[in-house]
């Protein structure tokens, strides 16, 4: 089993920056895809970023890139989300998530098995 800590959110103005960390622990994630999700009040689950097991592959939602930057540090067994350029619309319980099946970035949330608890983040204007 697998077991995700987020932790980094916080409040903060408008384009400024936070890093969200996600530590496992349990089984390594070395073999696995990672992802982040977010979920803001009155808004279904979105995805947000996605990375491969080394790191190498990454891919991001729209509304994020150029402002968003995921990575992995497999020795530590955690993942990270720096977030710049905040927005209000950025505003959002977010979520780290652990894909044990495959190794390549994934945009479906029904993909992953393993889910944090989340951290709230919240840009004011």
């Known amino acids: 089993q697998v077991q995700l800590v987020e932790s980094g959110g916080g409040l903060v103005q408008a384009g400024g920056s936070l890093r969200l960390s996600c530590a496992a622990s349990?089984?390594?994630?070395?073999?696995?895809?990672m992802g982040w999700f977010r979920h803001a009040p009155g808004k279904e689950r979105e995805f947000v970023a996605a990375?491969?097991?080394?790191?190498?592959?990454?891919y991001y939602a729209d509304s994020v890139k150029g402002r968003f930057t995921i990575s992995r540090d497999n020795a530590k067994n955690t993942v990270y989300l720096q977030m710049n350029s905040l927005k209000p619309e950025d505003t959002a319980v977010y979520y780290c998530?652990?894909?044990?099946?495959?190794?390549?970035?994934?945009?479906?949330?029904?993909?992953?098995?393993?889910w944090g608890q989340g951290t709230q983040v919240t840009v004011s204007s």
């Open positions: 349990g089984r390594t994630l070395i073999s696995y895809a």
């Open positions: 990375i491969s097991y080394n790191g190498v592959n990454t």
């Open positions: 998530a652990a894909d044990r099946h495959n190794s390549y970035a994934g945009s479906y949330g029904s993909d992953y098995d393993y």
